[in-house]
């Protein structure tokens, strides 16, 4: 029964409907595509990473810090692993060689989230338009229906034509809250990079400093 009643409200809200619920399977493939490569390809303990990877480069075991972060596409690791195989080098070239690897992973981090926002939006435009078009629809058929049947032709025609406008929020609710949820852990991401990436040329700094006063 429960069934029939989607289908009915899903029929009843005309072309509209399938627009809407496009923009929606398109965002829900996004946030599943987002989601795994975030909280799963991504997620790394930046601060339990960085106390191993601090010991070792001020033990001068580079080896064993290059081989923590070797191997993963997480960007910080990637970063970090970058770092330190330039760490002989001067720290202008290891600052150049973080820069480059660092502008290109930060963009593949909140890559298509923006998109979210931009489905929701249309979502619910999209319901607007669609119960100002079944009003429209509407209206115009009750002026040519008998006097005694327009009150109920009229409630009739605007109870479907809402159908579009709650559908629109039905699919734009759920594609804000995701939106915000994965925006926030690519920010946390992002500035993960940041963070580690200053404190790896200050602690190579500091290594390469007490090598040359030894």
């Known amino acids: 029964m429960e069934i029939d009643a989607i289908a009915t409200f899903f029929?009843?809200?005309?072309?509209?409907?399938?627009?809407?619920?496009?923009?929606?399977?398109?965002?829900?493939?996004?946030?599943?595509?987002r989601g795994f490569i975030l909280i799963y390809s991504y997620n790394v303990d930046g601060k339990a990473l960085w106390n191993k990877v601090s010991k070792f480069i001020m033990e001068g075991q580079m080896d064993k810090a290059k081989d923590l972060c070797t191997g993963s596409k997480a960007p910080l690791m990637r970063i970090l692993d970058i770092g330190i195989s330039a760490s002989n080098d001067s720290e202008r070239a290891v600052q150049n060689a973080i820069d480059e690897i660092a502008l290109e992973m930060i963009p593949s981090v909140d890559k298509r989230i923006p998109y979210l926002l931009t489905l929701a939006n249309i979502a619910t435009l999209l319901g607007l338009l669609g119960t100002i078009h079944g009003l429209i629809q509407s209206f115009s058929a009750v002026g040519s229906?008998?006097?005694?049947?327009?009150?109920?032709?009229?409630?009739?025609?605007?109870?479907?034509?809402?159908?579009?406008?709650?559908?629109?929020?039905?699919?734009?609710?759920?594609?804000?809250?995701?939106?915000?949820?994965?925006?926030?852990?690519?920010?946390?991401?992002?500035?993960?990079?940041?963070?580690?990436?200053?404190?790896?040329?200050?602690?190579?700094?500091?290594?390469?400093?007490?090598?040359?006063?030894?």
């Open 11 to 33: 029929r009843n809200g005309g072309s509209f409907m399938y627009i809407i619920l496009g923009a929606f399977v398109i965002g829900a493939a996004i946030i599943v595509e």
């Open 145 to 214: 229906a008998d006097p005694s049947q327009k009150a109920s032709l009229l409630a009739g025609g605007i109870s479907l034509a809402l159908n579009t406008t709650s559908f629109g929020l039905m699919a734009a609710i759920p594609l804000l809250a995701m939106y915000s949820i994965l925006q926030a852990k690519a920010n946390r991401i992002i500035d993960e990079i940041d963070e580690f990436s200053v404190k790896l040329l200050n602690i190579l700094h500091r290594y390469k400093s007490g090598i040359q006063t030894q």
